[in-house]
């Protein structure tokens, strides 16, 4: 008579659990290299971000810079006040850009949050027409400046 479980085509148990704890392994390395890959690609993601937005802000307050007739007190070199007289249709106003100097606080644009993140914001007037802004940003909070942006601002209108 011959025994049913002389079969020896099926795998062991041993052989199950040692191909498990092999995949488990290979799956493990698999899942925390791309998890790095992935956590990279989101920080570089809001660098890009904070580059742009911060890039956007600078445009915006040299274009204002630029356009104002006169520059008033430069605080600490920490904030900017400038007169913007009327252009076209639009009414002339005043704007104040400033900074508490506290690492890490936003800039303000008068009441405004205008740039976050901010690690050093320092503003030097070169003469009564033109002024210097330098503009660095610690997205990730290290320490470092991730961002540093400068630009010499000469006033177009000024003394009209």
Known sequence: MKNKFTNSKGFTL????????????????LVTFFSGGIRSWVTGQSQ???QREARQAMDQMVR???????????????SLTVNIPELGEKSAYTVTYSWSGNPGESLKRDTNIFIEYVKNF???????SKVNIVLEIDVDNDGNAD????????????GL
């Open 14 to 29: 041993i052989e199950i659990m040692v191909t498990v704890a092999i995949l488990s392994i290979v799956i493990i390395g």
């Open 122 to 128: 320092y503003i030097s007037e070169l003469d009564d």
């Open 48 to 50: 890009l971000k904070a």
């Open 64 to 78: 204002e810079i630029r356009h104002g007739e006169s520059i008033g007190a430069v605080e600490n070199n920490k």
């Open 147 to 158: 961002i540093k942006l400068n630009s010499e601002v000469n006033l177009r209108n000024y």
